[in-house]
């Protein structure tokens, strides 16, 4: 049916006007199709109830919002409607007079389709964000058509639209569009959204204010609403991105959450950049995805680092992602997105559209625009250019300074139009004067609508501001509601379904100039006061069951000058990121709570969370790094100096753990054993049995290494009999591998030094076997080092081989780094000895290379010896001698004395030119 301007096609789910779709929220469609239906007639609140929402309960609340989404979208006052009339506590009476449209003439041919649209994203109303003010969309003063012509960006719009049909057909792009705050990048790509023609449209916004403090969350936000929508996404993610999807608890459960993320310990971030990619060509092998990144001068690491593997991908994906940034930000801050950028184009890997200002001649067509039948001189556009740099949100803004100053009765006559921007005096310097000239027209109650909503952020909750103000949702709603309409300031963003089967409306702010323009208007002490608030409202929001995040908290904390829980949520917040595959991140958000420390007072409590940030930095640097690292280090013998000063807790006696694993990484290994026999005895004396397992499993470790079987042996079976003693209690946090399997591995390898092959063997087996029933990585990665390391030791690589490939199979499925240079060198030992010699030595030269690079101390020995032993099978005496002088020397100064005898049988091998034999 047609009414006015506008196309109701119920059957395909579609209202358009002037040919281009209009986008509603599903329920305010639903609401629209029953009113048109019963045109003239009053339909009662609760017919609308059921016809729409079934008979769900929900509150009139949520009609209102769809009633109102529908007057936002059709342009109708509620004071004076045109289309939706309120008849007041009973309903709604659709009064316009709907005309019935042929479909098949309509449509053109008979059986003829119309091309589904859906626009899958964080901000719902993308394609609503069209005001002049907002984003420089140029329009006339009417708005009757969200798909106006826009004014100088026809190329960038040709440009979008190329990169979008190669994308359709597989040839999957990045494509960046930059330019300075108000040059209309956002407007941009929203109207290439209108024409593009897309099936899937997914985004996501970074947030200035703890945007580096959530990793992927642009991303996190466009595959959530995807998730949401195609019903197929979270099985797919379930079984090809299993690290994406456990960061979405709500399509799990608790306890498949918990099994996720046992599976999942010690996963990189290369693993999830493999599933994303994978996930995006299943997805959208049948659909192509249009994805929005808006934004990125305020994103994380985590995202740029998935963006740079997208770009180089040969994957098949049917993707065009578009991110917008502000380029004089990202140069000025020395932003990483700088040199991925530079990269990237260098390589011709991305696209980019540079946004500048307008030149004079489009300011003149602008002001066509706008004001319709006048025609002002060159001198006046001149002026105005001067003033605005030709910038289109200074400029609009200048105009609507200017416009709201006047009736539409005296708009014709233009002569103080013209005299006062000659003069200048209405036109202030700044785009800040002409904001302040703005808000200073803006009724009381709205302003401090306004300005409490700038310190929640560029998004904000209706509730969270009714919660501060004390004032009713629906009066809230209401005044910005009447903000939204007008398309000034603010726009609606979407609806949240609260816990309690209640909702809630999520607005922003039409672009984040405007959030600054009311924050600073507020005093030092008023934006203390007013975190405060706020704070305590995000607080009763997370006591309803709506998700809050740490770092978002940690921000207002820290600016309602709370700092001891800032930093609370900033420990909070690392681990988070940390459980996000996320270290830089997470080191980010460590350091910055650190440098929070100096405005608490010094104290037990000061230390305490010095201690927690500490302990997550450490993590993120051995992740970072590596594990023997000079910045963990650092970090663990501060920690170390803390704990001194603290009595030594159980749980603080976790870190001198992670501190002797540093050490071990480093071949200190007097140090390390000292503090696994303090840990050790600290276990012993509260009766803890995850500190004794933790001590015995680094004691072993170190004990085997430095050649002293027996003591190994003492303190691995010591440790996996306290393991199994646990069995399903042993927690899991403490270890970066399940000890029992960590121990049993290193016990296969002391029983062969000992000569117990067929012992070693089934130890061996049997720590594979319990790593493969756990499905962790680095346990299954652990578990197969050491079972070829025992087939190394009994000279036999067949089987050896059986190991390293699946070693080399679970890195390449995973992308871990930690294990790759001991796969290389162990692998090249097995390709040599089974016939590939100089492929063996180079794979062993270049995991010793790896090694040496990541500053790993133990292990060296270890390679060398590899090294030698094929060197020796290839004849080269004279290079097989050097090495094991090395090998001598480092093993001496490391004290590794369990590789003597090795070193004295290829001793014997040189001095006689003899090869050791393999084993039968």
């Known amino acids: 049916m047609r009414f006015d301007e506008f196309e109701l096609d119920e059957a395909n789910a579609q209202l358009t006007r002037a040919g281009q779709v209009l986008h509603l929220p599903p329920k305010a469609f639903s609401v629209l199709c029953v009113l048109a239906a019963q045109a003239g007639r009053l339909v009662r609140k609760d017919d609308l109830f059921d016809a729409v929402w079934g008979h769900k309960y929900v509150s009139d609340s949520v009609l209102k919002t769809a009633i109102s989404q529908l007057r936002t979208v059709l342009a109708d006052d509620a004071a004076q409607p045109r289309f939706i009339e309120t008849v007041a506590r009973l309903g709604y009476r659709f009064i316009a007079q709907p005309v019935s449209i042929d479909c098949t003439s309509a449509a053109g041919v008979v059986g003829s389709e119309v091309p589904e649209q859906r626009v899958i994203t964080s901000k719902p109303d993308l394609a609503s964000k069209n005001s002049v003010a907002a984003t420089g969309l140029l329009r006339a003063e009417n708005n009757s058509s969200p798909a106006s012509a826009m004014i100088g960006r026809e190329p960038a719009l040709m440009q979008l639209q190329s990169a979008w049909e190669k994308a359709s057909v597989g040839q999957s792009g990045l494509l960046w569009v930059a330019g300075d705050a108000g040059v209309g990048k956002s407007t941009l790509i929203e109207h290439f959204v209108l024409r593009s023609g897309a099936a899937v449209i997914a985004s996501g916004q970074c947030v200035e204010q703890y945007g580096a403090g959530e990793p992927y969350l642009p991303v996190l936000q466009a595959l959530g609403t995807l998730a949401r929508t195609y019903e197929e996404l979270p099985a797919l993610m379930r079984v090809n991105a299993p690290t994406w999807f456990i960061q979405m608890p709500w399509l799990a459960s608790e306890n498949e959450r918990a099994i996720l993320g046992r599976e999942l310990i010690g996963t990189s971030h290369e693993r999830m950049v493999r599933e994303f990619i994978k996930l995006l060509e299943l997805f959208t092998q049948s659909k192509p995805l249009l994805l929005i990144t808006e934004d990125l001068h305020w994103g994380d690491h985590a995202t740029l680092r998935l963006m740079d593997y997208v770009a180089r991908s040969h994957s098949a994906m049917k993707l065009l992602w578009i991110s917008s940034f502000r380029l004089t930000q990202v140069i000025a801050q020395n932003h990483p997105l700088q040199t991925l950028r530079h990269e990237l184009k260098l390589h011709r890997l991305c696209d980019e559209i540079l946004l500048d200002s307008f030149s004079e001649a489009e300011v003149a067509e602008y002001l066509a625009t706008r004001l319709s039948n006048v025609s002002l001189p060159e001198a006046v556009i001149r002026r105005l250019h001067q003033h605005t740099d030709g910038l289109p949100l200074f400029l609009s803004s200048v105009i609507d300074s200017l416009l709201q100053t006047r009736t539409e009765n005296n708009l014709a006559d233009m002569h103080w139009l013209r005299d006062g921007l000659l003069n200048s005096l209405p036109v202030p310097e700044d785009l800040s004067g002409t904001l302040d000239r703005q808000i200073e027209m803006l009724d009381a109650q709205t302003g401090r609508l306004l300005e409490v909503a700038s310190a929640c952020g560029a998004e904000f909750r209706a509730g969270t501001l009714a919660n501060i103000l004390d004032l009713d949702l629906l009066i809230v709603c209401d005044l910005l509601d009447v903000l939204v309409r007008r398309q000034i300031w603010v726009r609606h963003e979407s609806l949240l379904d609260l816990p309690d089967g209640a909702i809630d409306t999520v607005y922003a702010f039409r672009h984040v100039i405007y959030k600054h323009a009311f924050y600073r208007r507020l005093g030092p002490s008023q934006r203390v006061q007013l975190h405060r608030r706020v704070v305590r409202a995000l607080v009763a929001d997370q006591s309803l069951g709506i998700v809050v995040t740490p770092v978002e908290l940690a921000y207002h904390y820290e600016q309602g000058r709370e700092f001891i829980a800032a930093l609370t949520h900033y420990v909070k917040a690392t681990e988070l990121a940390l459980g996000q595959f996320a270290p830089k991140e997470a080191e980010e958000l460590c350091r910055h709570g650190l440098q929070l420390l100096p405005q608490i007072p010094d104290g037990q409590e000061r230390q305490e969370l010095e201690l927690m940030l500490l302990a997550h930095l450490a993590t993120a640097c051995s992740q970072l790094y590596g594990?023997?690292?000079?910045?963990?280090?650092?970090?663990?013998?501060?920690?170390?100096?803390?704990?001194?000063?603290?009595?030594?807790?159980?749980?603080?006696?976790?870190?001198?753990?992670?501190?002797?694993?540093?050490?071990?990484?480093?071949?200190?290994?007097?140090?390390?054993?000292?503090?696994?026999?303090?840990?050790?005895?600290?276990?012993?004396?509260?009766?803890?049995?995850?500190?004794?397992?933790?001590?015995?499993?680094?004691?072993?470790?170190?004990?085997?290494?430095?050649?002293?079987?027996?003591?190994?042996?003492?303190?691995?079976?010591?440790?996996?009999?306290?393991?199994?003693?646990?069995?399903?209690?042993?927690?899991?946090?403490?270890?970066?591998?399940?000890?029992?399997?960590?121990?049993?591995?290193?016990?296969?390898?002391?029983?062969?030094?000992?000569?117990?092959?067929?012992?070693?063997?089934?130890?061996?087996?049997?720590?594979?076997?319990?790593?493969?029933?756990?499905?962790?990585?680095?346990?299954?990665?652990?578990?197969?080092?050491?079972?070829?390391?025992?087939?190394?030791?009994?000279?036999?690589?067949?089987?050896?081989?059986?190991?390293?490939?699946?070693?080399?199979?679970?890195?390449?499925?995973?992308?871990?780094?930690?294990?790759?240079?001991?796969?290389?060198?162990?692998?090249?030992?097995?390709?040599?000895?089974?016939?590939?010699?100089?492929?063996?030595?180079?794979?062993?030269?270049?995991?010793?290379?790896?090694?040496?690079?990541?500053?790993?101390?133990?292990?060296?020995?270890?390679?060398?010896?590899?090294?030698?032993?094929?060197?020796?099978?290839?004849?080269?005496?004279?290079?097989?001698?050097?090495?094991?002088?090395?090998?001598r020397t480092l093993s001496a100064s490391l004290g590794e004395d369990s590789y003597l005898p090795d070193l004295e049988k290829f001793s014997l091998c040189i001095a006689t030119r003899q090869v050791l034999p393999l084993s039968s």
């Open 627 to 887: 594990i023997s690292s000079n910045e963990a280090r650092e970090v663990l013998i501060r920690a170390q100096d803390i704990c001194g000063n603290l009595p030594l807790t159980p749980q603080r006696a976790l870190l001198l753990i992670s501190l002797g694993w540093n050490l071990y990484g480093r071949a200190e290994y007097a140090s390390a054993n000292a503090l696994g026999e303090q840990v050790h005895a600290l276990g012993r004396a509260y009766a803890n049995p995850v500190l004794i397992i933790s001590a015995c499993n680094m004691l072993g470790i170190i004990s085997a290494t430095c050649g002293h079987p027996a003591v190994a042996l003492e303190h691995l079976k010591e440790g996996l009999a306290a393991a199994d003693a646990l069995g399903d209690a042993l927690p899991k946090a403490p270890f970066f591998i399940d000890p029992r399997i960590t121990m049993r591995s290193v016990l296969a390898v002391t029983l062969v030094s000992m000569g117990l092959a067929e012992e070693a063997r089934a130890e061996a087996s049997a720590a594979i076997a319990a790593a493969d029933a756990l499905g962790r990585v680095m346990a299954r990665c652990f578990s197969r080092r050491c079972a070829t390391v025992v087939e190394m030791r009994l000279r036999n690589p067949r089987r050896a081989r059986v190991y390293t490939e699946a070693l080399g199979e679970i890195i390449a499925a995973t992308g871990l780094v930690q294990p790759v240079a001991p796969y290389k060198w162990m692998h090249g030992w097995v390709e040599a000895h089974e016939g590939n010699v100089q492929a063996g030595l180079e794979l062993i030269k270049a995991g010793y290379a790896m090694h040496v690079g990541m500053g790993m101390m133990t292990g060296r020995v270890e390679a060398i010896i590899c090294l030698i032993d094929v060197l020796i099978l290839n004849n080269e005496w004279e290079q097989a001698s050097t090495w094991l002088e090395e090998a």
